[in-house]
Each structure stands twice: as structure tokens, then as C-alpha cells.
């Protein structure tokens, strides 16, 4: 086999014939490096439930064993897909000398970016390198390196151009050997999180609230146009401006026209004319295995005018006292940070501040 050097990571090259789900079992300088292909044990289920950066880790309500329960059912579904599809995903398993799992992760082809980006794309879903609280960054870093130096070299094998890694900013190990791997910083979001008890009244701001109607979907797609040059499409210089533009049309038009269960899409109404849009939905996931009612905010953009700014607030403002409504006492809202009023917005209805992520770009060639 023919391999190439990398600092901290063995990579296979491109065409190579000897592999194992598209990586080989390799030796690197702190960590032995090998996919895997069976269903959930008990080494990995013990990793995932002490990696403190789990899902929801920030939220305080919920207790440490039904916010494991989400992460070890994530990464069993992950398992089960890799298993079904090996030219889709790969499970990375990382042990030391004495064969002792220190870290996992995954990787897999999404074919909606690929297809709305003509670009072949992936994602690195996951990149676990024992807890912080138990491992120091010199033990976890080389980990962490072997770990994306291993699931960029299998994306590579699958001519994968474009990668996207997103993780919680206190993540050291994980974004420095992202970015020693050629990741490059693209965004970065604050999750505020709403509690019934803590959030400021809704207030109408002179608008009327309503549900979105199949009248409004013109409307709403031409707001959406130009609206979202903070999200990460369109702040990646080597994605088109048009290609971004389209990944938000039809995201969404999905969210108007094709609602999950539990999905909605709020109008704010200004003088009969519409002024901007607002999605939300249960979150099934979160809330089945706390208990605890949970409702995320989605894509919402207001018409470029004076009035702008107090659309947003009295449509966020009605999504947060809406949520109480149907039994979630709690609301779960993204906001870039680069897009500042609608931050001092948000803020300004009582949210708790919970945490940070960031999220990386990664271009092969």
C-alpha cells in the first residue's frame, strides 16, 4: 500500500486498493487508527456517555443520563448507517498502545449538499476524544489529530471535496487538529436557551402574528433573498453567491411547504402587507429522552426596511410565548454572532446564554 505523511496522521493516497471500509488499520505516532463496522458495544456507549461536549450538554435541567441516552442513540443510529451503507459512512475507532479505545469518530457523504453544491461534500458529524475532564490536551490532541487526519483520508478516498465539521468552542483538541488538518473557521453561533419562567412577555410591536398561508410563499422566498450573508454558504468565498442564495430558497420553501410533524412557520403582518417569517419546531429528539419540552428556532428573515428589526422581535418574541402554549418550557434558538442586532434582540427577551460553536470548512485541493 502507498501512503502519505502527514504531521500526526497516516493517510491512505487516493486510489489505494488495500483498504478496510475505505481506511486501512494503521499505526500513528500516539494512537492506532481502524474503522469499524458492528453495532454499539460497551467501550464505545462508555466513551460517548463521558465526553462532555455531548449533545445539549449546556442545559442544566436535564439530567446527565437522559442527555447520554441522545448522544449513545446518535451515534448507534450513525453505527447501524456506516453498516448499511460503507460507501456512504465510516465509524473511526482510535486506541492507544495497550488497545484501550480513546476516541471515535465518523464521517459520511451528504448528497443534498452534493447535489445543491455540484460539489461532491461531506460532513465529520463527530469527534470524540475522551472527556476534558479526564484527559489533558497533550494526551488528547495526537487523538484527536489520528481522528481527522483518519476520517479526512477516507473522505479523500471518496472524492469528497467539500467537508463541514461543526463543534462546541471549548473543544480545544478537536478544532486545533481541525485546523492543522486544513480546516478553515467559517462561523461562529451562540444557542441561547428560553425558559417560561425567565422571557419577557410577547409584544406585538405593532404587527399581527399568524400562521404562515400558501399565499405568503412568494413573499416569504423574496425576504429570504439576500437575507442570510451570515450563514456559512454564503461566508465561504469559494461557494458562489448563487449557490448559496439557492440552498436557502429551498430550505425554506421545505420549511413552508413541507412541514414535519410539529413544524411551523410564523407570518408577521404589517398594514396586510408581510413583513417576515419565522420556523420553529418540537425538538422530538431532546424532549423524548428528558422529559422536557423543548421547541428550536429555524430560519426567520424580515423585510430590508425601517421596520425590519421590530418584525423580528415581535415574531420571536410570539414563537417564545407560542412554545409555552403547546407545553415546552423551554426554546432553543442559534444566532451567528456576526449578526449583532438580532443578537441584542434575542437577548433582550431573557434567554440564558448557553454556549458557542464553531464551524469549520474544509476544501481538498
Not at 449533545?55 to 442544566?60: C, E, K, L, R
Not at 417560561?196 to 409584544?203: E, H, R
Request: proline share 5%; aromatic share 12%; net charge neutral.
Amino acid at each position: 500500500m502507498v501512503a502519505v505523511r502527514v504531521p500526526g496522521t497516516l493517510l491512505p493516497a487516493l486510489g489505494s486498493a488495500d483498504t478496510n471500509q475505505g481506511y486501512p488499520r494503521q499505526d500513528f505516532d500516539m494512537a492506532r487508527i481502524e474503522t469499524y463496522a458492528g453495532e454499539m458495544k460497551n467501550e464505545i456507549a462508555q466513551l460517548a456517555d463521558s465526553y462532555e461536549f455531548r449533545p445539549y450538554f449546556y442545559v442544566s435541567a436535564a439530567a446527565s443520563e437522559a442527555l447520554q441516552t441522545v448522544f449513545r442513540n446518535r451515534v448507534a443510529k450513525f453505527l447501524a448507517f456506516a453498516r448499511e451503507q460503507p460507501d456512504k459512512a465510516v465509524f473511526i475507532l482510535a486506541r492507544d498502545e495497550k488497545s484501550r479505545l480513546k476516541g471515535f469518530a465518523a464521517a459520511e457523504i451528504l448528497d443534498f449538499d452534493t447535489k445543491i453544491l455540484r460539489i461532491p461534500s461531506g460532513r465529520i458529524p463527530f469527534c470524540v476524544v475522551g472527556s476534558s475532564a479526564r484527559e489533558s490536551y497533550p494526551t488528547s490532541r495526537p487523538i484527536a489529530d489520528a481522528l481527522m487526519g483518519a476520517a479526512l483520508g477516507w473522505l479523500r478516498n471518496e472524492r469528497v471535496v467539500f467537508t463541514t465539521l461543526r463543534t462546541a468552542a471549548p473543544e480545544l483538541p478537536v478544532i486545533h487538529a481541525a485546523e492543522a488538518s486544513g480546516f478553515r473557521l467559517i462561523d461562529n453561533g451562540i444557542t441561547a436557551l428560553f425558559h417560561k419562567d425567565c422571557f419577557t412577555n410577547f409584544q406585538q410591536e405593532g404587527y399581527d402574528i399568524r400562521l404562515f398561508e400558501y399565499r405568503d410563499l412568494d413573499t416569504i422566498l423574496e425576504i429570504t433573498r439576500d437575507a442570510f450573508i451570515q450563514d456559512r454558504f454564503h461566508l465561504d468565498p469559494r461557494i458562489p453567491y448563487e449557490t448559496a442564495e439557492e440552498f436557502k430558497q429551498l430550505w425554506v420553501r421545505r420549511c413552508c411547504t413541507q412541514p414535519r410533524d410539529q413544524e411551523w412557520v410564523l407570518v408577521a403582518e404589517r398594514k396586510g402587507l408581510v413583513k417576515g417569517y419565522f420556523q420553529y419546531e418540537y425538538n422530538r429528539e431532546f424532549s423524548e429522552a428528558t422529559g422536557i419540552g423543548l421547541h428550536d428556532y429555524g430560519p426567520a428573515a424580515v423585510a430590508r426596511d425601517r421596520s425590519a428589526l421590530g418584525a423580528y422581535y415581535a415574531l420571536l418574541s410570539y414563537a417564545v410565548a407560542d412554545s409555552v402554549r403547546r407545553g415546552a418550557p423551554y426554546a432553543m434558538t442559534r444566532v451567528p454572532f456576526g449578526i449583532q442586532p438580532i443578537l441584542k434582540l434575542t437577548l433582550r427577551l431573557g434567554p440564558a446564554f448557553m454556549t458557542n460553536d464553531l464551524t469549520f470548512h474544509h476544501w481538498r485541493g
